[in-house]
């Protein structure tokens, strides 16, 4: 089933009203570090998958991007999007599964936090490789297959509330799991490390970068939760370039 999460009023109002959703990147406790993964966009035709509300492609249009299209499945995160960035980005109220685009038209496509809820990886990587001109840039972050393994995404609490640990089970049944986050049931995908590195190795992609972003050291005492962060990955950022052509 595809992801219509976003498109719900409850679950879109409370994340409308998250800190990333409020001050856009600087909100994003990855944003530092997935933006020094990203290519220059000078010049570049840019995709975004699952774009939401849009920042990532504000930031590429002032960064140089000659053209840049947002997809998401979501009509209420575009149009917020729509309402808050440039006018030059097109947005594309559809499904990553069902995109189509012609052969080598993007340059550089860029993905946060979107392909989780993607059934197949491998299928959505083989489109992206064949959009891409040779040695065009792939940057894209995921959950991180140690946060989506046992699928509730919520630590394990003693009888006072205190955190004990965060629980990692069923790691190599890839599939379906059920989160609850922002008072919600979620739908998510989890796979392994090995199928997210293997699929863009077999769609002809070089990896150039894997990061998993640590939380910001300066915020460790001051902000309350901040510490635990230390504790598990959650994020897993991914860049690599298309190293073979597309046939036409
Ligand atoms: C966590 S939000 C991230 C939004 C944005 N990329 C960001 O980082 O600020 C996930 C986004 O993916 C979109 N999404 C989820 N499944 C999708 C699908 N199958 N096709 C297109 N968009 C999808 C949601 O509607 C939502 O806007």
Redesign the pocket.
Known sequence: M??????KKTFFEK?SQMT??IK??EG?GEWKTLEKMLPNFKGKRVL?????????CQYTIEHGAVSVVG????EK??AVAKQKTSKEIKYIC??????KFPKNSFDVVI????FH??KSFNDIVKNVSMWLVKNGEFVF?VEHPVFTAYGTQDWYYDSDGKILHFPVDNYFYEGKREAIFLGEKVQKYHRTLTTYINSLLQAGFEITGVTEPQPDKTKLETVKGMKDELRRPMMLIVSATKKIKTKK
């Open positions: 595809k992801q219509i999460t976003y498109n994340y990333r959703s856009g990147l994003a975004d998958l699952g774009c939401g509300f849009g920042w990532h997809i998401d499945i979501s995160m575009l559809e499904s990553i599964e069902n995109a993905s946060s936090l979107a809820y993607l972050s």
